[in-house]
């Protein structure tokens, strides 16, 4: 079945740093990949999405590019803040025969000052 | 538009009590879904339904879970005889669905659920 692997469980950073976050997935055909964010107290909600090979999605300075031949959508940002500090999660989602979205097992991300 | 709601924001139960959780979908939207998180386990689907048909409760644990979708615009979760283990964040998301209009999902804010 479809699958999400996300490598960090934390990510410890200092502001202005560079960040990478990296998600594999596992799924035939092109699902639309998806990163979510989660602040403290709140559900996850959509950061962005991409449905094609080498699409970039991107929002609030955040980016990444779907990439079939490594089947991998990795996160990133050149310069973190620290109110990025938060859990992102990678995912996965289909149209056709299913709502179900497969989500990663999140990254936690502390910025530190 | 509300988002989605979901009550009580926090509930506190007996060892063997009986808890149930509400869901109120975004107006409109056709998907809802329950998920369960922790600190060990992440985030755990549950269940879904679509057009208030569940479709998949293929992470539910069968025995003291149940969800219903009576109306459009409510979901309930009971947990029958909460245990210890039961105690998460649950998460209640709603998704416009239809083909071609797929998979970004809207959560509410969650329940904390504590069982002592």
């Known amino acids: 079945g479809d699958s999400v692997t996300q490598t960090e469980g934390q990510v410890a950073l200092s502001e202005e740093d560079f960040l990478t976050i990296h998600c594999n997935y596992s799924?035939?055909?092109?699902?639309?990949l998806f990163w979510y964010v989660q602040y403290p107290g709140e559900g996850p909600q959509l950061l962005f999405r991409?449905?094609?090979?080498?699409e970039k999605g991107s929002s609030r300075g955040f980016e990444a590019t779907y990439d079939k031949g490594t089947t991998s959508f990795h996160l990133r940002k050149a310069s973190v803040q620290e109110s990025d500090s938060a859990v992102y999660y990678c995912a996965l989602g289909r149209s056709s025969n299913t709502d179900k979205v497969v989500f990663g097992t999140g990254t936690r991300l502390q910025v530190s000052p | 538009n509300a988002g989605v709601i979901q009550t009580p924001r926090h509930k506190v139960t007996g060892k063997g009590q009986e808890a149930t959780l509400w869901c109120e979908p975004i107006s409109g939207h056709s998907a809802v879904f329950w998920y369960r998180q922790t600190i060990v386990q992440g985030l755990e689907f549950l269940t879904y339904f679509r057009n208030q048909a569940p479709i998949d409760d293929s992470g539910m644990p069968k025995e003291r879970f149940s969800a219903q979708m009576p109306n459009q615009s409510h979901s309930t979760l009971k947990i029958q005889s909460t245990q210890p283990q039961d105690s998460a964040v649950y998460l209640c998301a709603s998704s416009p669905g239809g083909e071609g209009n797929y998979a970004e999902q809207f959560f509410g804010p969650g329940t904390r659920l504590t069982v002592l």
């Open positions: 991409a449905s094609r090979d080498k």
């Open positions: 799924a035939s055909g092109y699902p639309t």
